[in-house]
């Protein structure tokens, strides 16, 4: 079978053709960074048009590049939540139309099934049960992986999201939008013994997350700094190198409590070199093993949104004629796939 992913859930558009016989045929991505960089954020109602102009363009490219026809397809997946109501939208509804038009199933994919699933686009992919951590602009989460939808979210985040305090505080930095690779490619100019910024609810157990503090500590300091490039660089190092030991002091507790010996980790954060380093050599010492997907794939995308359809649509699942979309959707609420 060869399945249409859609992703449009937020500020990319991502199509791609995964079959089940030869893996990912090919994929396509636009990011709305320019139409958006000039209000320092995504304005919902900007992207879902951009969506509306992009999409159908993007599918006949990415059907004509794979060198298939368009009779060839057997299944659509799209994104159905979590995201904004209007991008998903755009998404959902050309996905079931083209569906219908085509007499093949259509199945509505979660977005974060999608970014747990993507080391799976790899050639050596992970096996199941895995650790996840899955750090993005909008979630960061620990999650214990034993199979397609068999998802136990174990710690998330109490407000920002790890990829939100990254964008804000490159913000309060002056750095350009989008800020999380701005901040980061400043941080490795900054002095790692200059500022010790603290490390948000590490002191205490469990697992979940808070970096709107981290946030506030770092605009502090930035506001007593004298406003050099020199004080910039340093404040960036300080808060990235918080983030990341934050994050790797959350996967070594949830490893020793679940007892995993693999980690994989996914969204836009995981592409953050620092971060990779660190939970290498985490992993290294566990004696486990770290799987990242490719730079392409830590991004939102529609290769993950296809894969994780073809399996939900190989376990028999399909939507019925109604289009419903969900921008506040659990990972837990899923279903297994057999």
Known sequence: MIVLGIE?????????????????????????????????????????????????????QAIDKSGIKL???????????PGLVGALMVGATVGRALAWTLGVPAVAVHHMEGH???????????????????????HSLLVAVGGIGDYQVLGD?????????????????GLS???????????EQGDPGRFRFPRPMTDRPGLDFSFSGLKTFALNTWRESQGADRDRADIARAFEDAVVDTLRIKCRRALAETGLKTL???????????LQARLAELMQAEGGRVCF??????????????YAGYR????????????????????EELTTAS
Request: proline share 8%.
């Open 8 to 60: 449009t859930s937020c500020d990319e558009t991502g199509v791609a053709l995964y079959s089940g016989e030869q893996g990912l045929l090919g994929h396509a991505l636009y990011s709305q960074i320019e139409l958006h960089a000039l209000y320092g954020g995504v304005v919902p109602e900007l992207a879902s048009r951009d969506h509306v102009r992009k999409l159908l363009p993007m599918i006949r």
């Open 157 to 173: 985040t109490i407000d920002d999201a790890v990829g939100e305090a990254f964008d804000k505080t490159a913000t309060v930095l």
């Open 312 to 331: 939900r649509l190989q376990a028999g699942q399909a939507e019925n004629l109604s289009i419903k979309v969900q921008p506040r959707w659990s990972l």
């Open 177 to 187: 939008y989008p800020g999380g690779p701005a901040l980061a490619a400043l941080a």
């Open 293 to 306: 997907p490719r730079p392409a794939f830590c991004t939102d995308n529609g290769a993950m949104i296809a």
């Open 264 to 274: 994989v980790v996914a969204g836009g954060v995981g592409a953050n070199k620092r």
């Open 71 to 81: 009779e060839d397809i057997g299944g659509v997946a799209y994104t159905a939540g």
């Open 116 to 138: 747990l699933l993507a080391p799976m686009l790899e050639p050596d992919p992970p096996k199941f049960p895995f650790l996840a951590l899955l750090v993005s602009g909008g």
